[in-house]
């Protein structure tokens, strides 16, 4: 993309619907439980509501990213979400996008840094 | 927080003003500029139009997290936006937690991968 060339700071690789800081939870949440996970288990280890999380899940799913299964455990209606080959790979994307966020930060931080008369407070 | 102990990806560090990624754009450019950058570098730098960057920058302006000052250069307004000391360390907050994400994704995404029961297409 052109745009990102000339612009190397506007981190075009930042899928929105990834980026939101709950969805972002439920994907790394996800991506280390390829069977899947429960409602239950996510909006714990997320610290979510249930309408907040049943909110973000159906935006993942419509978006093709997350897949939501239904069954019975016993006579317990049970809800089981788990990443799609689509939505491992974007988010996998996704992830590179966002180191590059903290290196570039990390890079420039530094020099600024070090650089006594840009920042005379720094080491 | 008791909330961030029992619930690992809650991300709370993850400041949602910084967190919006035009203003994450924003944000990185200028910790590389303790002396600041004109209004017309970083619309190149992040790649927005006037009006986003403008509607961004009121944003962090009055949480306190950039300073904008108006000056002239010969006969042309200057527009110079930086960090403040305040910006700088939140931001520095941030990308810790920032780290973190990617860390956390890292780990369990390898672990997934290298459990052939797991996932029968991993290394």
Redesign the interface.
């Known amino acids: 993309m052109t745009?990102?060339t000339?612009?190397?700071?506007?981190?075009?690789g930042?899928d929105?619907v990834i980026?939101e800081?709950a969805r972002?939870?439920?994907?790394?949440?996800l991506?280390?439980?390829?069977?899947g996970l429960s409602f239950a288990d996510l909006k714990?280890?997320?610290?979510?509501t249930d309408g907040n999380l049943s909110r973000h899940l159906q935006v993942l799913e419509e978006t093709g990213l997350v897949r939501i299964d239904k069954s019975f455990e016993g006579k317990r209606p049970l809800t089981t979400c788990r990443l799609t080959g689509e939505g491992r790979a974007r988010?996998?994307d996704y992830?590179a996008e966002?180191?590059r966020?903290?290196r570039?930060?990390?890079?420039?931080?530094e020099?600024?840094d070090r650089d006594p008369l840009?920042?005379p407070r720094g080491a």
Chains 1, 2 share one sequence.
């Open positions: 745009r990102e000339n612009a190397p700071y506007s981190y075009d930042l929105r980026h800081k972002l939870g439920i994907m790394t949440s991506i280390g439980h390829p069977k714990r280890l997320c610290g979510l988010f996998l992830l966002l180191e966020v903290v570039d930060a990390a890079d420039v931080a020099i600024s840009l920042n």
